[in-house]
């Protein structure tokens, strides 16, 4: 079984940064592609950013160029840098991972979430 934790939200006020964390444990052998995705309140979830095993990033155009994803395959952790951050930031975000374990492939795996709270 694998598990995620999310952690790094908090409340900041625009145009300061974040940097989000998510830690992946269990019997892992492989994480493969790694997703940040945000929920805001009456809204649905939607994809912020995913990062490839090998490096390749893609973003949201509405964070395109703010946020940062990264990843330590060493560590199965993964990190999402907010700057410039925006009062329609604020969600819950949460990670999501495709990740091979000793005994099967998990293509989707959720952590709880970290809210992030942005006041204009």
């Known amino acids: 079984q694998v598990h995620l934790v999310e952690s790094g939200g908090g409340l900041v006020q625009a145009g300061e940064s974040l940097r989000l964390s998510c830690a992946a444990s269990?019997?892992?052998?492989?994480?493969?592609?790694m997703d940040w995705y945000r929920q805001a309140p009456g809204k649905q979830r939607e994809l912020v950013a995913t990062i490839s095993r090998g490096g390749s990033t893609n973003y949201a155009d509405s964070v395109k160029g703010r946020f940062t994803i990264s990843r330590d395959n060493a560590q199965n952790t993964g990190y999402l840098q907010m700057n410039s951050l925006k009062p329609e930031d604020t969600a819950v975000y949460y990670c999501?991972?495709?990740?091979?374990?000793?005994?099967?492939?998990?293509?989707?795996?959720w952590g709880q979430g970290t809210l992030v709270t942005v006041s204009s």
């Open positions: 999501n991972v495709d990740v091979q374990s000793v005994f099967k492939r998990y293509p989707e795996v």
């Open positions: 269990g019997s892992i052998v492989r994480i493969n592609a």
